[in-house]
């Protein structure tokens, strides 16, 4: 929107089947979308009748040969449901936010807060939407695996993290990143703070590589 100046978007991702395929809490969902196919596309079946083995490697990940019976087929409707998909898909638009502005539109200030380890949005599906976008040099990555490190007490699935304020041990790390987001509200998209400053918990940017992987932690 022509309007809107700058903005925060925490923990995006995209395309939605990427992120319904990769997270555990909506995998099951996927499953059942293969189960109520006809033919049911499911080739794994397990004690919940929806598991699947789709034999896709992460992009960070090496090629793998496709042997797994099935699996093929469940790639195609992957493929198909991301495609069909595209016109609310987040990855699409993310060039016209700095890169390729549309036009009529300025460029945005933008910071896009991204949390390591995420099982709700995983980390590979944001940094599709970073890779886009060229956004790396706007990222901020709260790094959740050092926090759970240093206080196990912090919760392994950081989706929340900027609004974990009645959890004692996450409180801080939401209000290190709500700072930064009033503070780069506040200079109407000039200033963006390290949420904490010199500690290791928030890089800003982030740091290269990207994560690709899951990094959740069991």
Excluded: C
Excluded at 70 to 95: D, K, M, R
Excluded at 113 to 140: C, E, H, K, M, Y
Excluded at 174 to 203: C, K, L, M, N
């Amino acid at each position: 929107m022509p309007n809107v100046r700058a903005g925060v978007p925490n923990v995006p991702g995209g395309a939605i089947v990427e992120i319904a395929r990769l997270a555990p809490v909506f995998r099951p969902l996927v499953g059942l979308s293969l189960a109520f196919r006809q033919p049911s596309l499911i080739n794994v079946g397990g004690e919940t009748k929806i598991e699947f083995n789709e034999n896709v490697p992460l992009r960070n990940q090496a090629a793998v040969v496709n042997t797994v019976t099935g699996a093929s087929a469940i790639q195609e409707f992957l493929e198909n449901s991301e495609w069909v998909s595209q016109s609310g898909n987040p990855v699409v638009y993310a060039v016209h936010l700095r890169k390729k502005p549309l036009a009529g539109v300025t460029a945005k200030s933008v910071i896009i807060q991204v949390a390591r380890g995420d099982q709700t949005v995983p980390n590979p599906t944001s940094t599709a939407i970073i890779r886009a976008g060229d956004l790396a040099g706007n990222t901020t990555l709260f790094r959740n695996d050092l926090a759970f490190a240093a206080n196990s007490a912090v919760p392994k699935n950081p989706h929340v993290f900027l609004t974990n304020l009645a959890v004692p041990s996450a409180a801080p790390f939401a209000v290190a990143g709500q700072r930064q987001i009033a503070t780069f509200f506040a200079s109407d998209g000039a200033v963006v703070v390290d949420p904490d400053e010199a500690a290791p918990f928030f890089e800003t940017p982030v740091k290269l590589p990207l994560p690709e992987d899951l990094g959740f932690i069991p």
